[in-house]
Nanobody
Framework: VQLQESGGDSVQAGGSLTLSCAASGNTLSSYSMGWFRQAPGTEREGVALISSGGGTKRHADSVKGRFTISRDNAKNMLYLLMDTLKPEDTAIYYC???????????????????WGQGTQVTVSS
């Protein structure tokens, strides 16, 4: 499966964005999916993950209550709704996939082996 993110933009603090991740080459319904981000000079960090069927979701404490991960397997799409954005949310955001079940993966990048190219999100104060 190949992944392509879109929806990144420059917004002001307090604003909202929805990121999308389109999959091609294979159906997404067999994969657990995640969103990660990487700011300049920092390590890539997990933002949220979702089970293959969409019934289980986990969000990092730093985004809990503000970000929501979702998926539409019929459309082969993954989404990240981001509300109440803060300057510290500025980063390149990546979607990722793994065939491992959600209960065996964490919000650590090494648990995912398929990655998109990333989309830039910039939040200004």
């Amino acid at each position: 499966v190949q992944l392509q993110e879109s929806g990144g933009d420059s917004v002001q603090a307090g604003g909202s964005l929805t990121l999308s991740c389109a999959a091609s080459g294979n159906t997404l319904s067999s994969y657990s999916m995640g969103w990660f981000r990487q700011a300049p000079g920092t390590e890539r960090e997990g933002v949220a993950l979702i089970s293959s069927g969409g019934g289980t979701k986990r969000h990092a404490d730093s985004v809990k209550g503000r970000f929501t991960i979702s998926r539409d397997n019929a459309k082969n799409m993954l989404y990240l709704l981001m509300d109440t954005l803060k300057p510290e949310d500025t980063a390149i955001y990546y979607c990722a996939a793994t065939r491992n079940s959600w209960y065996s993966v964490s919000l650590h990048p090494h648990d995912f082996n398929i990655w998109g190219q990333g989309t830039q999100v910039t939040v200004s104060s």
